[in-house]
């Protein structure tokens, strides 16, 4: 049962552009949503996060929304550089109680071009 | 501030054999977290420790993986025996308390290939 859904496995998007990378959920317990970006032989790092009491965190280039009646959130970077050139995951998490399990999307590669 | 450290970055058995992965988290942590994730997918939970207590273990199967984080510090995570479907990258991760919402440090990860 995948609960945390990334429908696009890739996307390419020209420099400058803005890259949208979509992210569903069905688990009505899920209240905190992260993105993380992961290079390749990398780990992944932490890039932003929102909180189900906001429609939407911005940091610089980055912007998460989140639309909670519809279980979607979105990740909109611009403008895109080739350095943003990764794979995202989305995860999610239930705030209530003391464990931060994650719950993690499929993921998008992300290509950004000349 | 060192990040999460792992080790091996890369390993190669045969089936039916066994193999260890070593973590050391960042200083101070108290949770330590061990993600499977196979080619192609996310991340999945094997298990979650809160300094040296187990918190959630119900994605581990048991009967042949295993793990233990000594003294609430290193944690090292076993396969004993390996199987084909055991190929995946393992990555450790840490965080400062556990609680919900908390973001997660993650390490390069042990890339894990069953032949």
């Known amino acids: 049962d995948q609960q945390v859904k990334q429908n696009s496995p890739s996307l390419s998007v020209q420099e400058g552009r803005i890259s949208i990378l979509n992210c569903d959920y069905t688990?009505?317990?899920?209240?905190?949503f992260l993105w993380y970006k992961k290079y390749p032989a990398e780990g992944p790092t932490f890039l932003i996060s929102?909180?189900?009491?906001?429609d939407k965190n911005e940091d610089g280039r980055f912007t998460v929304f989140l639309n909670k009646s519809a279980k979607h959130l979105s990740l909109h970077i611009v403008p895109s550089q080739p350095g943003d050139s990764a794979v995202y995951f989305c995860?999610?998490?239930?705030?209530?109680?003391?464990?931060?399990?994650?719950?993690f999307g499929t993921g998008t590669r992300l290509q950004v071009t000349l | 501030e060192a990040g999460v450290a792992q080790s091996p970055r890369y390993k190669i058995i045969e089936k039916r054999q066994s193999v260890a992965f070593w973590c050391n988290p960042i200083?101070?942590?108290?949770?330590l977290y061990w993600y499977q994730q196979i080619l192609g997918q996310g991340p999945k939970l094997l298990i979650q420790?809160?300094?040296?207590?187990?918190v959630d273990d119900s994605q581990l199967p048991k009967d042949r993986f295993s793990a233990e984080r000594l003294k609430g510090v290193d944690s090292t995570l076993k396969i004993q025996p390996a199987k084909l479907e055991d190929s995946a990258v393992y990555l450790c991760?840490?965080?400062?308390w556990g609680g919900g919402g908390e973001k997660l440090f993650f390490g390069s990860g042990t890339q894990l290939s069953v032949l």
């Open positions: 688990n009505s317990m899920f209240d905190y």
């Open positions: 995860a999610a998490s239930a705030q209530a109680g003391t464990a931060s399990k994650l719950t």
């Open positions: 200083s101070g942590h108290a949770t």
């Open positions: 991760a840490s965080s400062p």
């Open positions: 929102i909180s189900s009491i906001k």
């Open positions: 420790f809160q300094n040296n207590g187990v």
